[in-house]
């Protein structure tokens, strides 16, 4: 069932078109890998989506109803680095934030709000951690503070900008299996990422974007170089397309 | 002099002006210190700096039309605090340029301004410096009040402002609106300025936004304890720095910023934590870190 629908969504930034005509959608229980060259526009259309951009033309529905960030299903996981990992706060204090928004003016946090907070925190496997400082995590556990943030709103689609930036092999690994899991509780998952081979291995669906979207289909379903070629802007002798060969 | 002798001179009669500038100075620490702790993990000390300037011609107008020197202060720091958040919305912009050659403008507006009003010297010197004397009563009425509001302003206001300086982006997404919060927190700044300027002086003042928050900051990971800290600091550093000025015949915001500037470089050196001990300590020491066995 779809979830989230972006209907020939044009985006301009700075006078330039950044996004044209883009058409997607998302399916619960897909974990759709979003790929492109740096500058296609991921960042881009996942912050039209959440309604941070002005989009020139084309919609975004989620649940058949444009979006209101206030009242929004769809949880945000920024890169990491937007985030202010030096401040004086604890694990849980950082994931109530996530539910700022829904709190509303002048309200302090309930008990609801907490129950959301230690939810996420439980799903990410950070209840130990609920007390210790932010600034002192590791990068893998502060991407899962992230994304219990996101969480912590109880969307069902999720975005996610570039999760596996900076972090090993053995930590990626353990992000996409909980990526693969919140697909799999009815959720749509949808991530950035410039990891071709990770992507394919583990992705239900890829996208290709390079200013609109290329190509959109299950990787089985995208051994063919063309598309690849058409989105990275690269020769057939490229090394990238190797990659395609493995699988 | 000795403690109880400066109690005598606080409940002299005559000297009714030490206890009322006492309870201002503490009160301008303990807004200050409060509000500090948004600034110093924002980083936007350059905001306090701007605004303390701006204040300046405020309150030259308002001195040399005998008005009042709260409200003139308050009308500059806060269009001047609203033109910085519009300003600093476009981050391509190099700030601080724009705000270095504005606000030294208008710091040279207030100069010009108040050298109309008769024996000009003499009060600029106060402005700059600050002065215990002749704090009139409705001033401390009006810094109490305001305080007050601008306390409960940050309890409301805290954890909106605490989502916004974590993550900007994370805050638009969830439906925050980052600017009209900006612009809270720089009229917050700036409340607090104009309550302290008086006492402090027009140049110190920054002092006592930065200086007991960066101290607490450096002793604590916890936000909320922060927050208690700084304005305790704050107030404390105020009390000690108006006794050794009533003592030594010391300018008062001067010996204030000395005391916290003292307490901040102790905190330095001997936090827990963070202060340079601990950490040549640690480094000294075996650093106890697990190994990561399949920990994310
Ligand atoms: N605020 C802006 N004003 C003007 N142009 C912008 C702005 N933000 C992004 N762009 C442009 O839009 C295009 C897409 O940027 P975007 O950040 O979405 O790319 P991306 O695919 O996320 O790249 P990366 O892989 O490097 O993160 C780029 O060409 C960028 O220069
Ligand atoms: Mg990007």
């Known amino acids: 069932m779809s979830v989230l629908e972006v209907r020939g969504v044009t985006v301009g930034l700075g006078g330039r078109t950044v996004l044209r005509d883009i058409d997607l959608t998302l399916d619960l229980g897909d974990l759709t890998g979003l790929i492109g060259p740096n500058g296609a526009g991921k960042t881009t259309l996942l912050r039209s989506i959440l309604g941070l951009v002005r989009v020139a033309s084309g919609r975004v529905l989620v649940d058949g109803r444009p979006v209101r960030p206030r009242r929004s299903t769809v949880g945000y996981v920024p890169q990491r680095h937007e985030f202010a990992w030096d401040f004086p706060i604890s694990v849980e204090n950082a ?153 | 002099m000795s403690i109880s002798e400066f109690l005598a001179d606080l409940t002299n009669p005559d000297l009714a002006f030490l206890p009322k500038a006492l309870l201002i100075a503490v009160m301008s620490s303990v807004v200050c210190g409060v509000v500090g702790c948004y600034v110093v993990l924002r980083g936007m000390a350059f905001i306090g700096d701007a605004v303390a300037h701006a204040v300046f011609p405020g309150l030259a107008v308002a001195f040399v039309l005998q008005g009042s020197l709260v409200v003139g202060g308050a009308v500059a720091g806060v269009v001047t605090a609203v033109l910085v958040a519009v300003f600093s919305q476009n981050r391509r912009i190099k700030e601080d340029s ?74 638009r997404a969830v439906g925050l609106r980052v600017f009209w919060l900006d612009i809270a927190l720089y009229v917050l700044v700036t409340v607090a300025i104009v309550i302290s300027v008086r006492t402090i002086g027009n140049i110190l003042v920054l002092a006592l936004l930065v200086t007991p928050a960066a101290t607490a900051r450096l002793l604590t990971d916890r936000l909320g304890v922060m927050m208690l800290l700084a304005p305790a600091i704050g107030g404390s550093g105020a009390v000690v720095g108006l006794y050794l000025s009533w003592s030594y015949d010391l300018p008062v915001g001067g010996s204030i910023v000395l005391v916290l500037a003292g307490v901040f470089l102790a905190a330095w050196t001997f936090a827990p934590r963070h202060g340079l001990l601990a950490r040549r300590w640690r480094r000294g020491g075996l650093e106890e870190n697990p190994a990561p066995a399949g920990a994310v």
Request: proline residues 5%; negative net charge.
């Open chain 2, 98 to 171: 724009v705000i270095g050659v504005f606000y030294v403008a208008s710091f040279a507006l207030g100069v010009v301004i108040i050298s109309q009003a008769p024996g000009y010297a003499g009060s600029l010197q106060q402005f700059l410096f600050g002065s215990i004397t002749g704090v009139p009563d409705e001033d401390l009425y009006t810094a109490a009040v305001t305080g007050l509001l601008l306390l409960a302003a940050v309890l409301l206001l805290h954890q909106q402002f605490v989502t916004v300086s974590l993550d900007r982006e994370l805050a």
């Open chain 1, 95 to 247: 994931v109530m934030t996530g539910r700022t928004g829904r709190i509303g003016l002048l309200r302090r946090p309930g008990v609801e709000d907490w129950r959301a907070v230690a939810a996420a925190l439980e799903r990410v496997g950070m209840t130990d951690l609920a007390r210790r400082p932010v600034g002192e995590l590791s990068g893998g556990q502060r991407q899962r503070v992230l994304v219990a943030r996101a969480l912590a709103l109880q969307p069902r689609v999720l975005l996610l900008d570039e999760p596996f930036t900076g972090l090993d092999l053995p930590t990626q690994e353990l992000l996409t299996g909980l990526f693969q899991e919140l697909a799999g509780e009815d959720k749509a998952v949808l991530m950035t990422t410039h990891d071709l081979l990770g992507a394919l291995d583990t992705c239900t669906r890829i996208a290709l974007l390079n200013r609109t979207i290329v190509a959109d289909a299950p990787p089985s379903e995208l051994l063919d170089p063309e598309p690849w070629m058409r989105a990275f802007g690269v020769g057939e002798s490229s090394p990238l397309l190797k990659i395609l060969k493995v699988m």
